[in-house]
């Protein structure tokens, strides 16, 4: 593939890093974006950043840390992303779409993704339900099950490295969907649109959730609606308010 084209891909890309304790954490993960060819660096409420410990850490990688984003919330730092993937080594109560750091490098080399966000959770806890839930699927890195404790930067970089060699190493057509993928900012409105309407019916008790509207979410998280489709269900949506008014 023609190194303009890789480029356009690698743009695409946004490393998020998300209440990063250590700053060297994140000075190491910028050195390992760099060599991979990965640019954007978004921070969400690191504890301690701009840091010596960072800067020294990130041996060359200094431009990375001087043009990176801090935000003071998740849902801040993806809005504008229309594929958003967080990683996890943990398996959850409810399941969640999961792939391979190799699935996802494939994946988001044949689709037409506008924007892409890789979140990585603190070092200790990693991330929460509630910003698993921002997430479209989730990247698992295989490891020994005895013992699969991966250091931050470590993780950045085996992901980068897959997407690396998969776009240097894909050769096809790249898919030419005439619709954009929506962004992740409008299916936050897309789901506070649809729980206020399932409450509206009847179908949806507001003081005991359960777990319904997390359900919905791994749906249309899973489907990765285009705007068009995204317009159609708002549209529907509306309509069915309007008869039960």
């Not at 050195?31 to 978004?42: D, F, I, S, V, W």
């Not at 490098?105 to 993704?113: E, G, L, R, V, Y």
């Not at 970089?157 to 057509?173: A, G, H, L, P, R």
Request: net charge positive; hydrophobic share 40%.
């Amino acid at each position: 593939m023609p190194f303009d084209k890789r480029f356009k891909i690698f743009e695409k890309v946004c490393i998020v890093l998300v209440g990063t304790t250590h700053p060297g954490n994140i000075g190491a993960a910028a050195r390992a974006m760099k060599t991979m060819g990965q640019q954007n660096l978004r921070l969400v409420s690191p504890s301690n950043f701009p840091s010596a410990d960072a800067s020294a850490r990130a041996a060359g990688a200094d431009d990375l840390l001087a043009k990176s984003k801090e935000f003071t919330s998740l849902k801040e730092a993806i809005k504008d992303c229309d594929l958003v993937v967080g990683t996890s080594a943990r398996v959850r109560g409810i399941p969640w779409p999961m792939l391979s750091p190799r699935d996802f490098a494939k994946k988001i080399s044949k689709n037409n993704f506008s924007s892409i966000a890789i979140v990585f959770g603190k070092e200790s806890s990693g991330l929460s339900n509630e910003e698993l839930q921002l997430c479209n699927m989730v990247l698992k890195i295989p490891t020994n099950d005895e013992y699969n404790s991966l250091n931050l930067a470590a993780a950045v970089q085996i992901v980068c490295y897959e997407i690396f060699t998969q776009i240097n190493s894909n050769n096809e057509e790249k898919s030419t969907e005439d619709s954009l993928l929506v962004s992740q900012e409008k299916m936050e409105q897309f789901y506070l649109h649809l729980e206020e309407c399932l409450i509206q019916i009847g179908y949806h008790d507001e003081n005991n959730p359960k777990k319904l509207m997390h359900r919905l979410r791994r749906l249309f998280n899973r489907t990765q609606l285009y705007d068009s489709e995204w317009r159609i269900l708002r549209g529907i949506i509306s309509k069915i308010q309007e008869k039960n008014k």
